[in-house]
């Protein structure tokens, strides 16, 4: 795993290239909320409650751009992911995969333009099979290559692409006899194998050891850049984002509360979940560098109930600066940058900011 | 403690009294030719006061370190060398018992009183079905038989009051609690024998970041106020440099390097640690393209020949397969001011310039406390 290729994104390639590019794959108001029965004592009523996992999210994936989604556990970046990948169906609310909404029958052509990338390889691979069935499956499966030259062909390249080298060393080999992040790259390999113009990667790096994250994180980015793939880099690390990804959209318990590029979230936050965030991410720098620590928004409390979410802005018990208008009305996006927007009260134009 | 806010090389300034100290550390998994060596000739020491930080990647031996100097270890692992003296008495800093050597009823004697462990699973180091006042209250009972009933209830609301949450959650169980406040009940129990070490295996691992910030927080304020020292255990270097006064980086079952937090995020001279600091990107200034590590971590079961890390390591000589590098002070180290293992820093003229950067610009200075402020921009808009 060689640092080669472009690695992360130029700042200058972040500002231009974002309306340029095609969306591939959009989310418009995509909604999902579960049901959860709740038995109480024999004989009484079954209650209902809804779990309001994800609410209008909207979302572009563009070709060759990684757009990552951070958030804490609960925050809903997960079941936006399987939404995404059509794993669950969303309550409301549509995906539009290359212009056309992505309708329920064609699941077989959704999955071959859309392919997940699971957090924990050490789960997503099957214990009993090699490598070579992991990855032949899914190119007979999607009619990548007929025969059986050509489908071994087509594995090795896989296996190349994903720095997996030699290949014929990996071919047979079972997946306990791999480390974690050749795993991961055989999960990506798999991912690949189906020719999909569009990633979904929940996690992939965080169960992986520190020091092979970032081999992992610049396939991915070496993928975006040579197959002009859109990825969608799910995680809790808002450092990695502003690494690895061109775009970021925070989300707070179920719905998106700041986006734009990568640098504009991550050095002017607008919003103060994501100044919160920012301020709680370990950051040597900050701490022995003696550099001017940004002024600090910290609050005590977590998530709040998803069953029963706060009125208003989600954010506003736990929010130092929270109004009379957050505790009622559901703060929309305003816009606060080129391409960036927060849905802050804060921000309402009017109010005196940039 | 005093050793915080100053430079950094200051932590080992002749006040601070090593209050333990590990030496020639051997553990192995299982016995004769087939054993894991999964603790190799570990040297470490922990003074009054002070956080060490142990990082490492899974594997590395961290863990059974801690268990293997406090004996917790389980069969199939075995002790097979070393000292840890225990000094108990600032007054007396001569008496040192070998925790090692110490008989059973001793032991329990000084477990938890005096060493105290926070595991990393909160939910499976607290029972589930009983209350989180019976577990506070059952170790003070075993340990302080003398107390009475109220008074061990009295203390269990103090204790949780110590730890930011209030009394009232002493009738609650674990499962009513967030993974946050879990933990803190774990750090809560840990301090109830005002133990003279605390020792913490991965304590905010499985937490969110704003949760993590919290409870390091709650850690050093407490660390502060009563005075105890911390063995904190992680693989997330970049927590580590933030938290700790000293850090030893473990590879492979050995500690390669040791040094201040400063120094070592200014100035590695371990070529793993300068590849682990490449291995977190910064929240600051423009995006530089980093590398990782190259490789994976090491077998233990089939450990490479000579330093562990000469694989992977991109400045490797032919040296470096047959020898084990010595743990020693690099060429430029004042005295006792820190520790290397590595062929590069035996004194050669032509050190590569990433390992023999110099120290002064790391400095350390002290967190600002987390408050409650306003970020200035979003105050302007009120």
């Known amino acids: 795993m060689t640092a080669s290729g472009p690695g992360p994104a130029a700042p200058a390639?972040?500002?231009?290239?974002?309306?340029?590019e095609p969306a591939i794959l959009v989310a418009r108001d995509l909604t999902k909320h579960f049901t959860v029965r709740h038995h109480g004592q024999p004989g009484t009523?079954?209650?209902?409650?809804?779990?309001?996992?994800?609410?209008?999210?909207?979302?572009?994936?563009?070709?060759?751009?990684?757009?990552?989604?951070?958030?804490?556990?609960?925050?809903?970046?997960?079941?936006?992911?399987?939404?995404?990948?059509?794993?669950?169906?969303?309550t409301s609310g549509q995906i539009i995969l290359e212009g056309k909404p992505a309708g329920r029958r064609q699941l077989h052509e959704y999955r071959h333009k859309v392919q997940v990338v699971f957090q924990d390889p050490f789960a997503s691979l099957n214990p009993i099979h090699?490598?070579?069935?992991?990855?032949?499956?899914?190119?007979?499966?999607?009619?990548?290559?007929?025969?059986?030259?050509?489908?071994?062909?087509?594995?090795?390249?896989?296996?190349?692409?994903?720095?997996?080298?030699?290949p014929s060393r990996f071919l047979e080999k079972l997946p306990h006899e791999l480390s974690g992040g050749q795993r991961q790259r055989v999960a990506i390999a798999r991912a690949l194998a189906a020719g999909p113009s569009v990633l979904l990667a929940d996690e992939p790096v965080s169960m992986l050891d520190v020091s092979i994250r970032l081999g992992v994180l610049n396939l991915l980015g070496e993928l975006r850049d040579t197959e002009h793939m859109a990825l969608l880099y799910v995680t809790h690390d808002i450092a990695s984002a502003r690494y690895f990804a061109d775009t970021v959209t925070v989300m707070y318990a179920g719905r998106v509360v700041e986006s734009g590029t990568s640098l504009a979230v991550t050095e002017h936050p607008s919003h103060p979940y994501t100044q919160l965030l920012l301020a709680a991410a370990p950051d040597p720098?900050?701490?022995?560098?003696?550099?001017?620590?940004?002024?600090?928004?910290?609050?005590?409390?977590?998530?709040?109930?998803?069953?029963?979410?706060?009125?208003g802005c989600r954010f506003h018990p736990r929010c130092p600066f929270a109004m009379p208008v957050c505790t009622t009305q559901l703060p929309p996006q305003f816009d606060v940058g080129e391409n960036h927007t927060a849905a802050c009260w804060l921000r309402q134009p009017g109010r005196g900011t940039a | 403690m005093t050793a915080r806010g100053l430079p950094a090389s200051s932590s080992l300034e002749p006040g601070s009294q090593p209050v333990l100290e590990v030496s020639g550390?051997?553990?192995?998994?299982?016995?004769?030719?087939?054993?894991?060596?999964?603790?190799?000739?570990?040297?470490?020491?922990?003074?009054?006061?002070?956080?060490?930080?142990?990082?490492?990647?899974?594997?590395?031996?961290?863990?059974?370190?801690?268990?293997?100097?406090?004996?917790?270890?389980?069969?199939?692992?075995?002790?097979?060398?070393?000292?840890?003296?225990?000094?108990?008495?600032?007054?007396?800093?001569?008496?040192?018992?070998?925790?090692?050597?110490?008989?059973?009823?001793?032991?329990?004697?000084?477990?938890?009183?005096?060493?105290?462990?926070?595991?990393?699973?909160?939910?499976?180091?607290?029972?589930?079905?009983?209350?989180?006042?019976?577990?506070?209250?059952?170790?003070?009972?075993a340990h302080r038989p003398e107390m009475s009933r109220a008074a061990r209830r009295e203390r269990a609301a103090e204790l949780l009051r110590l730890v930011g949450i209030t009394p009232d959650r002493l009738r609650g169980f674990p499962h009513e609690l967030s993974g946050g406040m879990r933990q803190r009940v774990m750090i809560a129990m840990a301090?109830?024998?005002?133990?003279?070490?605390?020792?913490?295996?991965?304590?905010?691992?499985?937490?969110?970041?704003?949760?993590?910030?919290?409870?390091?927080q709650q850690v050093t304020d407490l660390r502060d106020r009563l005075g105890f020292s911390v063995l904190f255990i992680t693989h997330d270097l970049s927590l580590l440099l933030e938290l700790a006064d000293t850090i030893a980086v473990m590879y492979a079952g050995r500690i390669v390097e040791s040094a201040a937090a400063g120094q070592l995020f200014a100035a590695p001279r371990h070529p793993y640690s300068a590849g682990l600091l490449h291995s977190f990107p910064s929240l600051h200034g423009p995006v530089r393209a980093l590398t990782g590590i190259p490789g994976s971590p090491p077998d233990l079961n089939d450990p490479p020949s000579g330093c562990a890390f000469h694989p992977r390591c991109g400045y490797a000589m032919p040296q470096c397969s047959q020898q084990v590098p010595p743990l020693a002070p690099p060429p430029d180290a004042r005295a006792g001011d820190r520790l290397v293992a590595c062929w590069l820093q035996d004194g050669r003229p032509d050190r590569p310039d990433e390992l023999s950067l110099p120290e002064s610009a790391g400095r350390r200075a002290r967190r600002p406390p987390v408050t409650v402020t306003a970020a200035s921009d979003a105050e302007a808009a009120r």
């Open chain 1, 13 to 20: 390639t972040v500002d231009t290239g974002h309306a340029a």
């Open chain 2, 25 to 141: 550390l051997c553990v192995d998994y299982g016995r004769g030719a087939g054993a894991t060596h999964a603790v190799i000739d570990a040297d470490l020491v922990l003074h009054r006061g002070e956080v060490v930080g142990l990082a490492g990647e899974s594997g590395s031996g961290k863990s059974t370190l801690a268990y293997g100097m406090t004996r917790l270890l389980r069969a199939p692992g075995v002790i097979t060398g070393g000292h840890v003296l225990f000094r108990p008495d600032p007054d007396r800093p001569d008496w040192s018992v070998d925790l090692l050597e110490a008989g059973l009823e001793q032991m329990r004697e000084l477990r938890w009183r005096e060493v105290a462990i926070v595991f990393q699973s909160a939910m499976n180091g607290l029972n589930p079905v009983l209350t989180v006042e019976a577990q506070l209250t059952d170790t003070l009972a």
């Open chain 1, 285 to 311: 720098d900050r701490a022995l560098l003696t550099m001017a620590t940004p002024a600090v928004v910290t609050t005590t409390g977590a998530m709040p109930s998803l069953i029963t979410p706060p009125s």
């Open chain 2, 191 to 216: 301090l109830a024998l005002e133990p003279q070490i605390v020792i913490m295996d991965e304590p905010t691992t499985a937490l969110d970041v704003v949760t993590q910030r919290e409870i390091l």
């Open chain 1, 45 to 90: 009523r079954v209650r209902r409650r809804i779990v309001h996992a994800a609410e209008d999210i909207n979302l572009e994936l563009r070709a060759g751009k990684v757009t990552a989604l951070v958030g804490e556990s609960g925050s809903g970046k997960s079941t936006v992911a399987r939404l995404l990948a059509r794993l669950i169906r969303p």
């Open chain 1, 130 to 166: 090699n490598v070579r069935y992991h990855l032949t499956r899914p190119v007979k499966v999607h009619r990548r290559a007929h025969g059986k030259a050509a489908v071994q062909d087509l594995v090795d390249h896989l296996l190349t692409r994903v720095k997996l080298e030699p």
